[in-house]
């Protein structure tokens, strides 16, 4: 069974910025990610910026990312094979 790998915000950040989303802000150690669609559409995400993030944050922002993301293109980056 595949498991959640160990991974940093800034690599989290790294990862959703690869698929179109941008740094629209950053208050305290959150960053906030923003996308938006050609129909004019906006895409957030709040992103801890951590040195590890815990399991549970980050599978909650993977679930979070899901919504805009399809599970092909972000299971690789989030999950161990």
């Given amino acids: 069974m595949p498991k959640l790998k160990m991974l940093s ?17 950053q208050k305290g150690s959150h960053i906030k990610l923003k996308r938006i669609l050609a129909d004019g559409t906006s895409q957030t995400l709040t ?17 979070q990312a899901l919504r805009y993301i399809s599970e ?10």
């Fill in 9 to 25: 915000g800034k690599e989290v950040t790294s990862i959703l910025q690869d698929v179109g989303f941008f740094v629209a802000g």
């Fill in 47 to 63: 992103i801890p910026n951590h040195d590890e993030l815990d399991k549970g944050t980050l599978k909650a922002i993977y679930n």
């Fill in 72 to 81: 092909e293109n972000l299971r690789k980056h989030f999950y161990t094979d």
